[in-house]
């Protein structure tokens, strides 16, 4: 029954325990036994929620007494150690944070304990949430349950494994650049980030700048991406960003309900793309098309003029440094560990080059906007490759030597233009590993990102590589083998 409940998504597990079939206690117990048991190899949880059992023996008595339950109830969830939890230590990954623990929740965390989730653990991340591997000198390297010897991502890439390794059903992550869908790309798990200011950034860190930052769900299936982002979206009164109270979503079906166009692309604009995962993206495309869905090849021409990794990097280089700044202060960068310290290091952005940036970013937007006037959504891969090897800094993808930093080059552009995006499987490369796609959709448009993303999850279930049927098999000396 324990191994049953591992590999269930949150809406199932929901609605075994609103039948009374399963007890949140069982749940939460089977999750924590199988943190105990491989959590040792693959490093994803920092700390577990001491008052984890306590919340589903209360969640437990709830549905015996026949009380309204939430759409979450007595399921158990995890944060990133980036997001604030009352009683439960946010050390950010970094030694200056060390034993830091918040009086109140994030206001993500605080929605989904209303919705009835009960927070299970903290999940680790590079220092700061700066980096595409979570690896720190608090809580050391997290590893991929698919092979232990790659990474997970990051920055939420401890989220990532905990959940594809059943440890964890639901998470939430943040996003700055690629940091939720690319950790759900390494692992073949699904995550979005919905339209920036949907789901308020409050008790998050930084505070400023945030205008790139994200924070989203991460799960095993679209419908508990629907699900969480039900819960945790809408303003809250303290992230100005945040403005828009939630739409309905709607019913999501594995057939088209209404007339769809969508375009597909990996390029140009975003880089290297390695051909197993361009192909994957195709496939994908493809899919669409034989369920009735107008589908055709796409490019986005102020992508090509802009390439949005620089136009990335050059403002939120002059935009990070106080935020640092703030977390060193008394001179600690003693303490600091190595991205960290590189990305003090960065040379200022002149002012000619951000007013230059700031522009492009407009361009950017502006594309975007020409094509969501014409599409109602975008393919794309999510990652030019599958799960690479811990530690590597530079890639030969395509025949073209690229740096670490171009693994960002298809999510950016969303972090630049606010729009929302969602990280599904759909593929699996020559050694094995998840290959996932990337839904784009206009902005506040999370509907209908979240209906193309089910089409295809319906095509992937047949394919066998649903994340709730398809489990971690590349680490089974980890005990990551699930049969």
């Not at 306590?54 to 990133?80: D, M, N, Q, W, Y």
């Not at 997970?152 to 059903?169: L, R």
């Not at 166009?261 to 034989?290: E, I, N, Y």
Request: net charge negative; aromatic share 6%; with cysteine.
């Amino acid at each position: 029954m324990s191994n049953e409940l591992i590999f269930q998504d949150a809406t199932s597990l929901a609605a075994l325990i609103r039948r009374k079939e399963v007890s949140p206690v069982e749940v939460v117990k089977a999750h924590l036994d199988r943190i105990e048991a491989l959590d040792g190899q693959v490093n994803a949880i920092v700390i577990l929620a001491e008052g984890a059992l306590s919340a589903a023996r209360i969640a437990e008595a709830a549905v015996l007494a026949g009380e309204e339950l939430g759409p979450l109830h007595g399921v158990p969830f995890t944060a990133k150690d980036s997001i604030d939890t009352a009683g439960v230590m946010t050390q950010r990954g970094s030694p200056i944070f060390r034993g830091r623990t918040p009086g109140q929740d994030a206001t993500s965390v605080a929605r989904l304990k209303r919705a009835g989730a009960i927070l299970l653990a903290k999940t680790n991340l590079p220092e700061f949430s700066y980096w595409i591997e979570s690896d720190n000198l608090l809580s050391g390297r997290s590893n991929n349950p698919w092979d232990l010897e790659r990474t997970p991502g990051g920055s939420s890439g401890g989220e990532s494994a905990a959940i594809a390794a059943g440890m964890s059903p639901l998470g939430l992550g943040t996003d700055l650049a690629i940091s939720v869908r690319g950790p759900a790309a390494q692992t073949g798990i699904t995550s979005m980030k919905a339209t920036h200011g949907r789901v308020p950034m409050t008790g998050i860190w930084p505070r400023a700048p945030r205008r790139f930052w994200h924070v989203g769900p991460m799960a095993r299936s679209v419908r508990d991406i629907a699900l969480a982002f039900a819960q945790l979206a809408g303003p809250d009164g303290q992230d100005a960003f945040s403005t828009l109270a939630a739409r309905d979503l709607g019913n999501l079906s594995e057939k088209p309900t209404r007339p769809l166009r969508v375009g597909w692309m990996v390029g140009p604009g975003f880089g290297p793309v390695d051909p197993q995962v361009a192909a994957t993206v195709k496939a994908a495309a493809q899919a669409l098309a034989d369920l009735g869905v107008a589908v055709e090849p796409v490019g986005i021409p102020a992508l090509e003029r802009d390439f949005a990794l620089d136009v990335f990097n050059r403002l939120h280089v002059m935009e990070m440094k106080p935020a640092f700044a703030q977390a060193t202060v008394g001179r600690r960068e003693d303490e600091l560990y190595k991205m960290a310290r590189t990305m003090l290091s960065l040379p200022d952005t002149s002012m000619s080059d951000f007013i230059e940036a700031e522009q492009a970013a407009e361009r950017i937007r502006d594309g975007y906007a020409e094509y969501f006037s014409r599409y109602d959504a975008l393919i794309t891969h999510v990652l030019p490759i599958p799960a690479h090897k811990h530690g590597v800094e530079s890639f030969v993808i395509d025949g073209q030597t690229v740096d670490a930093t171009y693994l960002q080059g298809a999510t950016v552009p969303l972090n630049v233009a606010g729009l929302p995006g969602l990280s599904m499987r759909f593929g699996t490369s020559r050694d094995g590993l998840p290959i996932n796609v990337q839904v784009v959709g206009a902005w506040h448009d999370e509907a209908t990102v979240l209906q193309v993303a089910t089409l295809l999850e319906g095509v992937s279930q047949v394919k066998g590589l649903h994340p709730a049927l398809g489990r971690p098999q590349g680490a089974a000396e980890a005990g990551c083998r699930s049969s």
